[in-house]
T-cell receptor, first 114, second 112 residues
């Protein structure tokens, strides 16, 4: 079974530039999550999708971050404009459904904002 | 909101010894507690979980205990091996959106 795929693996941008990350969840998984993991901290949920609808985006900085999950499969997370404090690993995860199911994580995208 | 504290932040043990990592949660409605292992350059991977109707769960060398009254839960690894070296995260979840709140992580080093 293929795992959660993410790209790119690494990205370096200057502040005020924009960046986009892509995630392909495990086939058949209805729920998709984007997490931000700052160095030395645990993952923090940014947004959770059930199919192509948003379940929770309470911690997404909506003035600069946006996410979509068209057709309920792949998802993209965008930052525009980026700030220095956005430097982090962005993890995508998926699970069978919303609930206390195992979340399967991708390898993450390491973003450095200079 | 929910807060999860995790201790210690780093832990070094000799191969074959046991390791214990502790977490405390603040939301008494939390009812699901997974533990994730994150190796360098990889995403976290679930290693064991426990629900609030159970006090202890074991899977080979790994066990988790839950004390609902004190609102804390612990991960126990026995007979540690070098491949156990990684960062371990606890998390807590409740009904509703079932959002996971993660602890800050424990870097475990198993010395050969």
């Amino acid at each position: 079974e293929a795992g959660v795929a993410q790209s790119p693996r690494y990205k370096i941008i200057e502040k005020r530039q924009s960046v986009a990350f892509w995630c392909n969840p495990i086939s058949g998984h209805a729920t998709l999550y984007w997490y931000q993991q700052i160095l030395g901290q645990g993952p923090k949920l940014l947004i959770q999708f059930q199919n192509n609808g948003v379940v929770d985006d309470s911690q997404l900085p909506k003035d600069r971050f946006s996410a979509e999950r068209l057709k309920g499969v792949d998802s993209t997370l965008k930052i525009q404009p980026a700030k220095l404090e956005d430097s982090a690993v962005y993890l995508c995860a998926s699970s069978l459904a919303t609930g206390q199911y195992e979340q399967y994580f991708g390898p993450g995208t390491r973003l450095t904002v200079t | 909101g929910e807060n999860v504290e995790q201790h210690p932040s780093t832990l070094s043990v000799q191969e074959g010894d046991s390791a214990v990592i502790k977490c405390t949660y603040s939301d008494s409605a939390s009812n699901y507690f997974p533990w994730y292992k994150q190796e360098l350059g990889k995403g976290p991977q679930l290693i064991i979980d426990i629900r609030s109707n159970v006090g202890e769960k074991k899977d080979q060398r790994i066990a988790v205990t839950l004390n609902k009254t004190a609102k804390h839960f612990s991960l126990h690894i026995t007979e540690t091996q070098p491949e156990d070296s990684a960062v371990y995260f606890c998390a807590a979840s409740r009904g509703g959106t079932y959002k996971y709140i993660f602890g800050t992580g424990t870097r475990l080093k198993v010395l050969a």
